[in-house]
C-alpha cells in the first residue's frame, strides 16, 4: 500500500449513509479521526478531541452526524462509543443552535437507544447518553418529551436514566415541560410501590424533587407561561400519593443518597400539596420524619433546607399548626445550631455554615409566629446550673443575637425577659467561647437599645471585666496551651482585644451609650482588678467627657457625694497619675490618661484646669515623639511625672487637699503588687507630698506606711521607698533620720499601721521578720528591709541640707551602716551597702557640700570595695559595676590614693574585667549559627546575651572611670606609667583579641584624660618631656596593624596622644605657672591624624603603606640618645628576650646611633614574632625601612648570608603579608647578582616552594631586572634541550592521530615554565608583557607544542595555567573566558586537537593584539621546520590563521599563504591547511579570486572524503569561499555543487549535516548570476528539508537551516516571506515551529500557488523519514497548508486533496504517538476540502 493510502470503495460510501456528508475530503478526514479516537495514548486522544470539535466549530452537522453514524454502525468498543458521545456532548453546548432539526431528532433517537440498550446501568456510556438528551432538550423539548414518554411505559419501570433524564430537562426547561408533567406523574405513581432497587427509588426522588421544584418556578413565573391555567392544585392528586409512598417507604432507606434525595422531595412537594393534606402530615409524618434522619445522615444540609421549607410552609397565613409539636421542632433544631464537637474538614466548612445560616432561618421562621415560646426555650438554656455544656449556651446565645436583630418587631415585648435571661451568664460563665459571645451580643443589644433597660450596667461590667484580664492569665493560658499541643480558636488576649474594641465602638458609634457609659466606668479606675483595664476606661471615659465638657452638657460635671459609688477626684488622681509611670503599657496608656485628665480636670479641681490644659498636650506629645524609639528615658519620664504632681499640688495649694491625696495613694499600695514599676511611682510620690506637708504626726505615720507597705524583695520598691525617704528628709531629715533608728532598733513596732491606716492583725514589726536569720547584728529587721535602710541612708545623706549632713555623718548615717560591713555573703546586700556608699560620698563631694571636707573613712571603704569586688564568690557583673562606680566617686575626695592602695585596686580589679570573654563575639556567632527561624533555645541565648554585654561594657566603662579618678588626683606622666604597668605587661599582646582591645582603650581613655586635666592646670610646669616614651610607643607598635580594627585605630590614636602630650610638655616647660599648657599641636600630627583615619581599611597593604607614612612622621619626635635606663640592647642578648609578655621593646630607628643598627634590626625580627600575623607584618614594615636607609654598602659582605637567612626565617614565618615584606630584602641583593639569584631559585624542587614563588616574583617587580629575567627565561624553552625523547617514537604522527610514545620534559625547563607562570601573577608585569609580547606569546605557544606526549600529562597542564596566568597578566578577562571554557580545555589536553586550541587563542590575540603580527611572524617562522613535530604544528596552526586576520598588511599575508602552500604535502599537517585554505576568503575578494581555482579544487578533492572530519571541513572552508569569491568562479559548477550537497542533508552525522545546509546557503550569493533561473528552481526544491530540519533535536542543524532560509529569502522575490524569515528565525528569539510552519504556509500560497503542490507532496514523502520530529513537521505542515488555501482556490490551486488525505490518514495507525498527535491536529485544518 503506498503512503497515500487505499482508495475509498462504493460499499464504505453507503455505510456512511447517515453523515449529512459535504462531499468534500473532510468528510474521509472526520471519518478517520473518529475512527481512530480510541488510541491508547491520552495525548493522542486529546488532540483527536480537539480536531473533532475545530472541525465541528465549521462543520458541526457532518462531526455530530458522524459521530453518530459511527455510534450506531460501527461503534463495536464501548470505551470508542464513550469518547463518540462526550465529543456530541461538547459539541452541543456550543453548536446547539446551528444544527438541523433532523439531526437533532436522529440525535435524540441515537442517545436514547445508547441510555436504555443495556437494562442495567451502566453510569460510564449512559450518563454522557443522558447529558445528550438534557441539552438537546433546550432546544427540542418536544421530541425530547416525547421520546422519553415513550420509553415510559404505563405500568411499567422505566430506565433509571430514562426517569433521571426528565428530571434534568424538566429543570432546564420548565417552561416548556411543566405542561406534560402531569401525565408522567400519574403514569409513575402506579410503579412506585413496584420499585426495589435503590437507585431507581433515588431517581424517582430526585424526578420528583425537580419536578414539584419546576412547577413551583413555573407558577412563580406563570405571566410568561404558555399555560396561564395550571395551578399548584393541578398537580396536588399526583404529588400527594407519590409523598404518601415516598414518606412511608423511602424515607428510611439503608442508602444515604436516597434519604437525602427523598427529604428534598418532601420539601419541594410541600410547597405543591394542598393545604388540608399538609396540616395533617406535618406535625404527624413530616416533621417525624425530616427529624429521624438527622442522625442517620453526615451531611445534614440538605435535611435542613428540606426543614427549612417545611417550616416556611408551615406558618404560611399565621396558621399554627406547628404548635402541638414546637417544643420538639425546638429540641430539633437546637442541638443542630450547636458546635460539632469534632470540627469540619476543610472542604466541609462551606456546608457546615450554609447549615448554620439555615438552622438560624429555621428559629426566624419559628420566632414570627411563636416569639413567646421561643423566647422561652432559649432562656432556658443559658442556666449554667441546668445546661452544662458550653456549646449548648454558646449556641444559644448566637440564635439570640440572630433573633435580636432579624426579629426586633416582634421582641419588643421580650427585650427584659431576654436581658433578665442573659445576666447569669455574666456571672457564673467560665468558657472563654461563651464569653467571646456575650461580648459580641452586648453591643448588638446595644444598638437595639437592650441595655438602656434596668440590668444593662451588668452587660457593661462583663465586658470590662474581659478588658481587665491580666497578662499573667494569658502567659498562663498560653503555657498550658502549648504544652498541651492545641491552637485553641479563642484566647484570652483575644477575648481582651475584642472587649476594648467593643467598649471603644460603644463609646464613639453605638447611638445613646454615653447615657449609660457616663459616669458609669470611672467606678472601675480605681479597684485593683480593673488595672488591666485603665487604659480602655481612660479612653472611652475621654472620647465622653472631652465633647461633653466642650458643649457645656448639663451632666458633665459630677457630684461625687450624691454619687458614692464613683471614686473621689483625690483617688481618681492618685490612681491616674501612679498608672502614667507606664505609659507605653497595652492600648497606649500613657497617652489615654493625659488625655482622660484633661478632660475632666474641671471635674478633678478647677484650679488644675489651665495648668492641665497646658501641660497634658506637650506630655503627649513626648510620648508621640520617644515611643518608638529604642532611646525611650523612663528616669526623663518619672522627673516629669513628678513635676506634674509637685506643680498640681502647688496649685491647688491646699494641705487637707494635699493629706487626702497622700491618704489615698496609701491606701492603693494593694493595688500595685506585681506591678513594680508604679509601686516604685506611687511611693515616691507619697514622699513628695510628705516633702510639702507640716503635719508632723501625719508625716511619721506615712513613713511608717512607706517603709511597711514596700516590698522589699523587689528592687524598684526599694528604691522607690528610699527616694520617698530621701524626698521628705529635704524639709524633714531629722524625723526621717529618727524613723530609720526606730526601724532598725525595731522600738517602733508597737505602732506599725497596715497600709491604709490599720493595724495588722498579730504582726508587729518583731514578728515580722523575727525568722530572719541571716542578720549580722542583734536587728530584729531581715536582710530585705535591711537593703532598704541602706538605701534610704544613701538618699538621706544625697537629698538631704548639706550643712545638716555634715552635722549627722558620724553619729546617724556612718554609724548606721559600719555594723554591716563585716562578713557579708549576699551580693544583693553588697549592692544596696555600695549604693549607699556612693550616695554618701556624692553628697561629700566639695561640689556638693559648698567647701573643702576630707573623709577619714574614704580607704576603709576602697578597702571594703575591693572586698567586695574581688573577694567575694557572691559577687556580680551588676556588683562590680556598682562597686567601681563607688570607688571611682570616693578616688574623687581628698587625699590623692596612697600608691600601694592605687596599685592593689588596679591589680585587683584589672583581672575580671580585662579577662572576661568577648560576649558580643558570642552573639555574633549565635545569631550566625542560628536558624531561620531561630529555635526557642536559639532565641533564649541570644536574648540572655543582650543584657550582659550592657553590664560588661559598663564594667569596662567604670574600671576605666577608676583609674581616670587617680590620674585627676595626680596629672604626671609618671602616674600615668605606672597605671600602664600592669596593662603592657599582662594584657597589651594578648592572643586575645578582647583582651588586647580593651587594654589599648583603657591607655587611650588614660591619654586623653591626662590632656584634658592638664589643659586645666594652673600649677607650676614640672613635667619637660613624656618619661620613657619610647618604651610605650615600643609597646604599640605592633598593635598599629592588629586584626582588629578597633586595636588598630586605637592603638594609632593612642600613639598620637603620647606624642601630643611629650610636645604639649616640651613647649609648655617655659611657661608662667598661671598660663595654661600649649595645646597647639604640631604640624606632623595633623598628618598622622589623617593617616590614622585611613588605618580603619582591612586591607594589610594599605595597613602598611600608613605604617611606613607614620614611621617617617614618628623618627623626629624621639630622642636620638637611648634612654638611660636602657643598661643593654636587644642584641646583646642571645635570645633577643624582651618582657614578660615579649613585646616590651626599645623605640624605632633614629633612636640609636650606627652601632645600635644591628641592635634595632634584632628588636624589629623579635617585633615579626608577635602573636598576630598582621602585628608582626607591621613591625617588618619598619624593619625593611631600616634596611632602605641603612643596608648598603654595611651589608655587602653578608650577602650570602642574608639570602640563607632571610630564606630560613621566611620557612618559619606563617604569614604571607610578612614574608612578602622580608622578602625585599633578597630584590636588594639580586641587583648585584641577579643569574646566581635566579638559577639558584630554579634549583629549587617544582613545585616551588611559597619563598620561592615570592622570591621570583619580588625580583620581576624591579624594572631594572624584569628585562634580563625574561630573555633568560625564554632562551631556555626555545634553544635548549627541552624534553628527552628515549621515550619511544613520540611526535611521528600528525596533530590529529593517536600517538603512542612519550616524552619526557627536562626539569630546567619545567622550572622555567612554572616561574614564568609565577611572574605572570604579578599585576606589574602587565607592561613588561605587552612590550616583549611576540617574544613571550610565541614561547609560550611553542611551549604547548613541546608539551605533548608526556606520560601523565603534567606537562601541559603545566603550560595551560602558565599561559591563563599569562592571560590574566594581560587583565583580559574576555581572554580569559575562552581559555576557561570547557571545550577549549578538552581541545588543549588532546594530543589529536590541541592544534584548534592554538587557532582559538591566534584568532582571540587577532582582534587585540595584531599589531604584533609582524614580530609574531619574524620570531616564530624558524619553527616552522623546527626539530620538534609540535613546534610545526603550532607554527602551521598560527600561520592558518594568521590568514583570516591579515587582509590589510599584503605583504604578510603573500608569506603566510605562501608558506601554506608549501606545507600542504605533509600529511601530518593536511587537515590545518584546509582550514587555511578556507581561511582565504577571509582576505578579501581580491586575494580570494587569485587563489580561488586552487583552493576550490583542493577543497572540493576533499568534500566525499571518507574521513567524516576532513570532508566536513572542506565544506567549511567551501563555505567561506563562496561567501567572497566572484560569481564567474562557481556559475558553471553552481548545480553541480547543489547536487553534490544534497546527499549530505539526511547525512546522520549531525555535524555533516549542518556544514551541508551552511554550504548550501552560502550559495544565496549566486542567485542573481547568469545561472540565477536554475539556482531558483534548486532552492524550491530543497525548501522542504529546510523548513523541516528546522524542526531537529540538533541547534547546530536548526541554526544553519535558519541562516540558508534567511539568506533565501530574498531570492525568492517575496518580501513579505523575506521580512518572516528575517524576523521568526532570529538567532535570539524562540522558535515555536508550529507557528512558524503555518504562517510559512500561508506565505507560500500566496506567492508560489503553482508550487504549492511540489512542496505538499515533497513534504508527504517526509512521512517515511527516520526522525520522528521530521514527520511531526511534515505532518504540521501539511495541515496548515491545506488550511490556509483560500476557500476560493482550494480547487483550483492544483493540490489534489485526495492524494494529500490518503497520505495523512495512515499517519494516524504509526507507531510514535507524537506523530499520531501532529496528524490528528493537521487534519482539523483541512475542513474546506
Known sequence: ?????????????????????????????????????????????????????????????????????????????????????????????????????????????????????????????????????????????????????????????????????????????????????????????????????????????????????????????????????????????????????????????????????????????????????????????????????????????????????????????????????????????????????????????????????????????????????????????????????????????????????????????????????????????????????????????????????????????????????????????????????????????????????????????????????????????????????????????????????????????????????????????????????????????????????????????????????????????????????????????????????????????????????????????????????????????????????????????????????????????????????????????????????????????????????????????????????????????????????????????????????????????????????????????????????????????????????????????????????????????????????????????????????QQKFIESVIKFVYEKPDLVQQLQQAQASASNPPSSAQQKTIQELGPLIKQQQLVEDNFNEALSSMLFMETTTATLNKLFRTIVDKYLSSPIAIQRRRSVQTILALLKRFIEYKSSDQGPKTEVKYASMGLLIGSLIPRITDPDTEVRLVSSEALEMILFIDHMLKSSVELAPDQPYSLAPPDQLATLTALREKLITPHLNEQFIISHKISAILSPFITSTPHPSAQSSPASSSSGSSSSSGNAIPIQANSYTTNDLLDLVMTMIQGLGDQQPSSSSGTCVYLNTILKLRGGDELQTNVSQIVLGLLGALAKINDDKTQNGSLHSIRTLANHHLLLVLEELLKQPIPHSIIVVKSLQILAKDPNLITQIIDHFTDILNNSQVVDESGGNAGQKGPNQVNAGFQTPLPRAMSTTLALGELFELDELETVVNENFAQIFSTLLLRIGTTRFSKDGGASDQIYQTFKKFVTCLKDTEFDTVLSAAPFQQQFKSNDQYFRAVIQIVAYISKTHSAHFNAIYDFILPYLQGNFLGQRVVTAALFCEMISHCSDNRDLLQYLINNILSIMVDEKLKLITLIGLGNVAHTGPETTNLFAPTVIDALMCSIDAPDEVLAMEAMNGLTKIFNVVHENCVAPILVNICHRIRPAFEKKNVMIRSASYELFGSLHRFGFSAASSNFFDQIHNNLPMLYLHLNEEQPEVVRACKRALKLFGPLLHAPDLADFFNEALDEDRHLNIQDFLNQLSALLVRYFPERLNYYVMNTCDFFKSDWITIRVAAASFVGYAMGNIPPDRRYTIGVNPSLVTNAIIPLLKQDSPEVRTAAANAMSFMYGF
Open 1 to 901: 500500500m503506498s503512503i497515500f493510502g487505499k482508495k475509498t470503495t462504493r460499499e464504505e460510501v453507503d455505510s456512511r449513509s447517515l453523515i449529512v456528508s459535504t462531499g468534500g475530503k473532510i468528510d474521509d478526514i472526520v471519518f478517520a479521526l473518529v475512527n481512530s479516537f480510541d488510541d491508547g495514548d491520552v495525548g493522542v486522544k486529546k488532540a483527536i478531541a480537539e480536531s473533532l470539535r475545530d472541525v465541528g466549530r465549521q462543520k458541526p452537522e457532518l462531526v455530530l452526524s458522524t459521530c453518530l453514524h459511527f455510534v450506531r454502525k460501527e461503534g463495536k468498543r464501548k470505551s470508542h462509543v464513550i469518547l463518540m458521545l462526550v465529543t456530541i456532548q461538547q459539541l452541543l453546548e456550543n453548536e446547539l443552535y446551528n444544527i438541523s432539526e433532523h439531526l437533532g431528532v436522529e440525535l435524540v433517537a441515537m442517545a436514547l437507544t445508547e441510555m436504555t440498550k443495556e437494562k442495567s446501568v451502566e453510569p460510564e456510556i449512559q450518563g454522557p447518553a443522558s447529558q445528550i438528551l438534557t441539552t438537546l432538550a433546550k432546544r427540542f423539548p418536544h421530541p425530547v418529551w416525547s421520546k422519553l414518554t415513550d420509553f415510559f411505559q404505563p405500568g411499567k419501570i422505566p430506565h433509571y436514566f430514562i426517569i433521571k433524564t426528565m428530571a434534568d430537562a424538566c429543570l432546564v426547561n420548565y417552561m416548556e415541560i411543566v405542561p406534560f408533567l402531569k401525565e408522567i406523574m400519574a403514569r409513575s405513581l402506579p410503579v412506585l410501590g413496584q420499585i426495589k432497587k435503590d437507585n431507581l427509588r433515588w431517581a424517582f426522588s430526585f424526578a420528583f424533587s425537580a419536578w414539584t421544584e419546576s412547577i413551583a418556578s413555573y407558577l412563580a413565573n406563570i405571566e410568561s407561561a404558555s399555560d396561564q391555567n395550571i395551578t399548584a392544585q393541578t398537580f396536588s392528586s399526583e404529588v400527594y400519593p407519590a409523598y404518601e409512598m415516598i414518606i412511608s417507604s423511602w424515607i428510611n432507606n439503608s442508602e444515604s443518597k436516597v434519604r437525602l434525595a427523598t427529604v428534598q422531595a418532601i420539601g419541594n412537594m410541600s410547597v405543591i400539596m394542598q393545604r388540608e393534606q399538609f396540616e395533617q402530615q406535618v406535625t404527624t409524618r413530616i416533621l417525624p420524619a425530616i427529624s429521624g434522619l438527622y442522625k442517620k445522615e453526615k451531611s445534614s444540609f440538605p435535611i435542613t433546607q428540606a426543614l427549612s421549607q417545611v417550616l416556611s410552609v408551615a406558618v404560611k397565613d399565621g396558621s399554627t399548626c406547628l404548635e402541638p409539636i414546637l417544643a420538639g421542632v425546638l429540641n430539633l433544631l437546637h442541638p443542630l445550631a450547636c458546635k460539632p464537637e469534632v470540627a469540619p474538614s476543610a472542604d466541609q466548612i462551606g456546608i457546615q455554615q450554609k447549615n448554620q445560616n439555615e438552622i438560624l432561618r429555621c428559629f426566624e421562621i419559628l420566632t414570627s409566629s411563636f416569639t413567646d415560646p421561643v423566647c422561652t426555650y432559649l432562656l432556658a438554656r443559658l442556666d449554667v446550673q441546668k445546661v452544662k455544656s458550653p456549646q449548648i449556651r454558646e449556641a444559644t446565645l448566637l440564635i439570640l443575637k440572630h433573633l435580636i436583630t432579624r426579629c426586633d418587631d416582634k421582641l419588643i415585648e421580650k427585650k427584659d425577659a431576654i436581658l433578665s435571661g442573659i445576666r447569669p451568664l455574666l456571672d457564673n460563665e467560665t468558657a472563654l467561647e461563651v464569653k467571646k459571645v456575650l461580648v459580641h451580643i452586648t453591643i448588638t443589644m446595644g444598638s437595639q437599645g437592650y441595655l438602656h433597660l434596668e440590668g444593662g450596667y451588668h452587660f457593661i461590667h462583663f465586658v470590662l471585666k474581659q478588658s481587665a484580664i491580666t497578662n499573667e492569665e494569658i502567659a498562663l493560658f498560653d503555657e498550658k496551651a502549648k504544652k498541651n499541643k492545641v491552637t485553641p480558636e479563642i484566647t484570652p488576649a483575644k477575648l481582651r482585644n475584642m472587649a476594648d474594641n467593643v467598649l471603644n465602638l460603644m463609646s464613639t458609634t453605638v447611638a445613646g451609650m454615653d447615657q449609660i457609659l457616663w459616669p458609669y466606668l470611672l467606678e472601675f479606675l480605681v479597684p485593683a482588678q480593673y488595672t488591666s483595664a485603665v487604659a480602655i476606661i481612660c479612653r472611652c471615659m475621654a472620647n465622653i467627657a472631652a465633647p461633653k465638657r466642650e458643649s457645656e452638657a448639663p451632666d458633665y460635671l459630677l457630684d461625687f457625694v450624691r454619687m458614692p459609688n464613683l471614686p473621689k477626684p483625690t483617688q481618681i488622681v492618685a490612681r491616674l497619675l501612679v498608672m502614667l509611670n507606664e505609659p507605653l503599657a497595652r492600648g497606649e496608656l500613657g497617652t489615654r490618661i493625659l488625655n482622660l485628665l484633661q478632660a475632666i480636670g474641671p471635674i478633678i479641681h478647677p484650679a488644675v484646669t489651665r495648668m492641665w490644659d497646658t501641660a497634658m498636650p506637650k506630655l503627649i506629645t513626648f510620648i508621640q515623639n520617644n515611643a518608638g524609639s529604642d532611646n525611650w528615658d523612663s528616669s526623663t519620664w518619672e522627673d516629669l511625672t513628678l513635676r506634674l504632681l509637685s506643680e498640681t499640688l502647688k496649685i491647688v495649694n491646699d494641705e487637707e487637699w494635699t493629706k487626702e491625696l497622700g491618704d489615698e495613694l496609701t491606701k492603693q499600695f494593694a493595688s500595685y503588687k506585681g506591678y513594680g514599676t508604679l509601686k516604685k511611682a506611687a511611693l515616691k510620690y507619697v514622699g513628695l507630698i510628705l516633702q510639702k506637708m507640716t503635719h508632723r504626726e501625719f508625716i511619721q505615720q506615712k513613713l511608717e506606711m512607706l517603709f511597711h507597705g514596700a516590698e522589699h524583695e523587689l528592687e524598684l520598691e526599694r528604691h522607690g521607698c528610699a527616694q520617698a525617704f530621701g524626698f521628705c528628709s529635704a524639709s524633714h531629715l531629722d524625723i526621717v533620720l529618727d524613723k530609720i533608728k526606730e526601724l532598725l532598733t525595731g522600738k517602733s513596732a508597737a505602732s506599725a499601721l497596715a497600709v491604709g491606716g490599720e493595724k495588722k492583725k498579730g504582726s508587729g514589726f518583731f514578728s515580722i521578720f523575727s525568722g530572719d536569720s541571716s542578720s549580722s547584728s542583734s536587728s530584729p529587721l531581715g536582710q530585705k528591709q535591711k537593703n532598704t535602710i541602706f538605701l534610704c541612708v544613701g538618699y538621706v545623706t544625697a537629698y538631704a541640707s548639706p550643712k545638716l549632713v555634715l552635722s549627722r555623718l558620724d553619729s546617724h548615717i556612718l554609724h548606721t551602716l559600719e555594723p554591716f560591713l563585716a562578713n557579708l555573703k549576699s551580693a544583693d546586700v553588697m549592692e544596696n551597702i555600695i549604693k549607699a556608699i556612693d550616695l554618701i560620698a556624692k553628697a561629700l563631694h566639695p561640689s556638693h557640700l559648698g567647701e573643702a571636707f576630707r573623709f577619714k573613712n574614704r580607704d576603709n571603704f576602697i578597702e571594703v570595695l575591693i572586698k567586695f569586688m574581688t573577694l567575694s564568690k557572691d559577687a556580680t557583673d551588676q556588683t562590680r559595676v556598682l562597686g567601681l562606680n563607688a570607688a571611682s566617686t570616693l578616688i574623687h575626695l581628698d587625699p590623692p590614693l596612697p600608691e600601694a592602695l
